[in-house]
């Protein structure tokens, strides 16, 4: 089972509709937890932290199920501007150092939204 | 504030030929690492830095090395270039132990003729 799964999409949506999608982690010693926005031909830039008690940003909502492993990100009132890849990210603690790397990414939900 | 800079970003290399990818970070950032992102694909870590003068492999490393010069520099080396190497590379630092994001430069693409 690999470390971080997302369904890679594509997500094809309309304008103004709310999209959700998961990420699921196997490490059960996962520490933090983000959701990371990629545009085509860009670099992954930080969209939210995920924290256990669940955030909101504006149209954006993320959660955590530590029982279940997943997190997920709520995209409300969805804009053109909102289409770009989405990557889940998660880092366990402590580092080993010595082979294994703290930080894993998802290989990411493409996300479409039609107008 | 400049974050994580990486040069050059764009190069053409022909087969065989050599060349590296610099990385730097202002951000007294301990852990470094390199992707490496084909169309339609993740990031696969080609190597990575815990701290100054420690690196580790990572899922792709064959046909690359690495240096971490100091805290703030983490280099990737082609020593003979494959078009099986031609891709986008980024590079990203985090400072380990915190509950901070990763950070990435914006990249270079690399074309091997």
């Known amino acids: 089972r690999k470390e971080v799964e997302q369904d890679p999409g594509p997500f094809n949506v309309p304008e103004g509709a709310t999209v959700a999608f998961n990420c699921t982690y196997s490490n059960s010693a996962s520490q933090s937890f983000f959701w990371y926005r990629q545009d085509c031909r860009k670099e992954p830039k930080l969209l939210m932290s995920?924290?256990?008690s669940g955030n909101e940003d504006g149209r954006f909502t993320a959660q955590l199920n530590r029982a279940s492993q997943y997190i997920s990100l709520l995209i409300r009132d969805s804009k053109l501007s909102d289409s770009a890849t989405y990557l889940c990210v998660v880092i366990h603690l402590p580092y080993s150092g010595g082979g294994a790397d703290g930080l894993t990414f998802g290989k990411g939900t493409h996300l479409i939204i039609q107008p | 504030n400049a974050g994580v800079t990486q040069t050059p970003k764009f190069q053409v290399l022909k087969t065989g030929q050599s060349m590296t990818l610099q990385c730097a970070q202002d951000m007294n950032h301990n852990s470094m690492y390199w992707y490496r992102q084909d169309p339609g694909m993740g990031l696969r870590l080609i190597y990575y830095?815990?701290?100054?003068?420690?690196?580790d492999k990572g899922e792709v490393p064959n046909g690359y090395n690495v240096s971490r010069l100091n805290k703030r520099e983490f280099s990737l080396r082609l020593e003979s270039a494959a078009p099986s190497q031609t891709s986008v590379y980024f590079c990203?630092?985090?400072?380990?132990?915190?509950?901070?994001?990763?950070?990435f430069g914006q990249g270079t693409r690399l074309t091997v003729v």
């Open positions: 990203a630092s985090t400072l380990q132990g915190v509950n901070t994001e990763a950070f």
């Open positions: 830095s815990a701290s100054e003068g420690t690196t």
């Open positions: 995920v924290y256990s």
